[in-house]
């Protein structure tokens, strides 16, 4: 089974997805569409709310036949199957394309095979990033940039070849030890 990635209406991912589950048999196509949690600051007060990886989106795993690809052009709201190619290729013989393993396995391995991509607890020391913990382990290289103030990193990723860049919920783990360790004392000499 491969990975492929339905083009729909903005808003409609779960419509979809339901609509999915309800027409099709679960052993032969499953789907996704994968979010992350990020923390917002609304009214003085930090909650957690979802956003989608990547809006407008479907994935499903299916072993895909003419047959299913047209019976999927039919569900509602579905505009279309995403491609590699702008058109059908006679060379290729195909109206379809898999999402390449490698940046499937990517996705998969940020959702830890699941639908979201939750909170990763790093260390950040000068310009360099140390992941603890999370979905981020491991791939500190797709970090961009930390904003530490509204505990999010910016990270990018390729899908479907285009190089994406969005946020995820971070936790910064204060450093241990003072950045000067003189200045405690000095406030001690000071108040006294």
Known sequence: MKWYALFVEIGYEE???NFLYRHFDQNQL???APVRKLPEKRKGRISHIYRKM???YVLIRTNMTAELFYQLKRVPRV?????SYHYYTHEQDSYFSSIPEDEMHMVLQLTKNGNCIDFSSIYVDGSKVTVKTGPLV???GIIKKVDKRK???KIRI???????????GI?????SFPKYPFDSQKKLSHNS
């Open 158 to 168: 390729d899908f479907m070849n285009t190089t994406h860049t969005m946020d995820v």
């Open 15 to 17: 419509y979809i997805q």
């Open 79 to 83: 505009h279309r199957l995403l491609t």
């Open 30 to 32: 499953t789907s996704m």
């Open 54 to 56: 990547f809006p407008g």
């Open 151 to 153: 505990q999010r990193a």
């Open 171 to 175: 936790n910064v783990i204060p450093s």
């Open 138 to 140: 491991g791939k500190e």
